[in-house]
Structure formats: C-alpha cells, structure tokens
C-alpha cells in the first residue's frame, strides 16, 4: 500500500471556490471542542457553575488566539518586516495557515478567567484545573495541524537515526525551506537540490512536529491522574512544570529557533541537531522554577474540594 504523502501533508482540508480551510485550524477547533465537552462535564460532576464555565470559556478561546498572535508576531517578526503595508496587516490577523503562539494563547486564556472568578468570586483554580485536558488535546491538534503546514515548527538537520526524511510531495515543507533565510543557523536551503524538476530539501531533521504530538498525549493522560487530586490548582501547576520541562527539554531543543542567547549550536548530516537557548527555553526555566514553589505550597494545604454526591449534582452552585 503506497501511502499519498500528499494528501497527509498538506496545509489545505477543504477547498470551496478558491476559499481554503486550513487544517490546522480544523484540528485546533476539534481539540479544543473535546476539551469544551469535557470540562463541562466535570464541571457539573464537581457542582460548579456550567453556565458560567461555558460563558468563561467562550471568551477564554476568543482572547486567547488574540494572546496567541500577538505573541508569535512579536517573537517572529522577521517573518513580517519585509512585508509592504497595508498587506503586512493582514498577513498579521491570518491565522488559517498556522502562526501561534502556545505560551500567548494560554496567557490570554489565563487573564480571561482571571477577570471571571474575581468578578464572580469564583475560585480560580477549581475551574483553571477542569481547562488542562483541552489544552492538552489543543496541542495534539495543533502539532499535527504544523505536520499538515511543513513549515510550522520544523527541526533541525541531524545525523541522528532519529532523523527525518521529508518525502518529496510535501510540498509545503520543501517550498518554504528551499527559500534561503538571511539567518544562517536557520537556513536550510542549502541541502535543497533538483529532484523531478523540483527543489527538495533532503536531509534529514528532527521530527518536532511529531515531538509534539507526543507531548500532548503524555499531558493528555497525566491530566486524568492531576484531576484526581482535591486540591483545587493541582492540575494546574502539574501541567505547566510538565509542559514546560517536556517543551524545553524535548521538542523545543532539537527546533529550528533562533538562539537567545546563543549558547550552543551544533546542528548538521554529521551533528546531533541540538540548539540553545531559545526564548522558549528560558520562559520554560522561569514557568519550571514557578510550579514547584507553587506545587509544593499547594502539598501543604489541606484538601478543600468536596465533589458532591452524584444524586445531588445539578451542575451549578446552590445560590
């Protein structure tokens, strides 16, 4: 069985009348309307308020693809600097081919649900803890959807087995790495060649696409454990200090980012592929040092959720 690598790797789910719809925003929006469900559920079996919890989250995806953006605008600048205005503006609020921020999207998440529970006198971290499975299942989505986009998020050259032949119909990913970038630590185009009247970017990289995916399924099931606890935040700070070593010790150092500060490099057909540090690294250093202060004031404190019988859930608090 021949496998259309085409078809897998290719940013485009529906085409209707030259209007695409990108995958990545399909599986983005799948995961986080498992999340969604989910956490409504939990919600109700806690003894929460639902209708506050759905209102909360609506607002919660809403300003958290504004953070998300605004994030990865500000950190990839160079992917817009050359851009003539008023194009430019728009090329910014384009989401349908991938372009967030993770870190943005759950600062703008974070802040939503802030101003709910302090407006509503609601404890934050009863309701922040019932957000982690979707976020976890938001990154599954949105790795993959980076595997569809080829340019998203693509590792650095290694001689490692691990490596990672691109086929030659993922277009997407040859195209966007052929084109030569003025950064040479980030440069691939200098292993394209000729292959069927194409350019193609042979060698081989590290598969952090994939890297990520995993992750997302490791915070996936973690979660179903970090929810069992009755200590409201809980879940909350396990998957930041998780999140955080699993992207800043896995995915993010075999990714092809730009070095802030540089401090080692050693990437190639003969090298491991490994890069630090990038911006990333150090927010996750600081969002690690933060869970286990948090963590370890939180194992200090007495259990204080008390899920109700499930004869008496009514899904709201009594008034």
């Given at each position: ?224 454990f970090w929810l069992r606890s009755r200590k409201p935040g809980w879940a909350f700070w396990q998957f930041w200090l998780w999140y955080s070593i699993l992207r800043a010790g896995w995915e993010e150092t075999f990714r092809l980012n730009p070095l802030l500060p540089k401090t080692y490099l050693n990437q190639g057909l003969d090298a491991p592929g490994i890069g630090l540090f990038t911006e990333t690294h150090l927010i996750s250093i600081v969002l690690i040092v933060l869970s286990i202060w948090m963590l370890l004031k939180l194992r200090r404190q007495p259990d204080t959720r ?14």
């Amino acid at each position: 069985m021949q496998v259309d690598w085409h078809r897998l790797m290719n940013p485009v789910f529906l085409n209707i009348g030259g209007f695409t719809i990108a995958w990545y925003g399909v599986l983005i929006t799948l995961g986080i309307v498992a999340g969604v469900w989910l956490g409504t559920r939990m919600a109700r079996a806690r003894g929460l308020d639902v209708d506050r919890f759905n209102d909360m989250i609506l607002w919660m995806i809403i300003w958290g693809l504004v953070g998300a953006r605004i994030v990865f605008v500000a950190t990839s600048w160079h992917q817009f600097e050359n851009i003539p205005f008023p194009r430019v503006l728009l090329d910014i609020i384009n989401l349908r081919q991938g372009g967030i921020s993770i870190h943005g999207g759950l600062i703008g998440g974070i802040l939503v649900m802030l101003y709910y529970t302090r407006k509503y006198r609601l404890n934050f971290y009863e309701y922040a803890d019932l957000c982690v499975p979707g976020v976890a299942f938001g990154i599954i989505g949105g790795r993959i959807g980076n595997i569809m986009n080829g340019t998203d998020t693509v590792g650095r050259v290694t001689g490692w087995p691990v490596g990672f032949r691109w086929p030659d119909s993922a277009r997407a990913f040859h195209d966007g790495m052929c084109v030569r970038n003025p950064n040479p630590d980030l440069d691939l185009s200098q292993y394209c060649q000729q292959i069927g009247g194409q350019l193609v970017m042979t060698a081989p990289v590290h598969f952090a696409q994939l890297y990520g995916v995993i992750i997302g399924i490791i915070l996936s099931v973690a979660a179903y454990f970090w929810l069992r606890s009755r200590k409201p935040g809980w879940a909350f700070w396990q998957f930041w200090l998780w999140y955080s070593i699993l992207r800043a010790g896995w995915e993010e150092t075999f990714r092809l980012n730009p070095l802030l500060p540089k401090t080692y490099l050693n990437q190639g057909l003969d090298a491991p592929g490994i890069g630090l540090f990038t911006e990333t690294h150090l927010i996750s250093i600081v969002l690690i040092v933060l869970s286990i202060w948090m963590l370890l004031k939180l194992r200090r404190q007495p259990d204080t959720r008390v899920d109700p019988a499930p004869s008496v859930v009514t899904g709201t608090r009594p008034a």
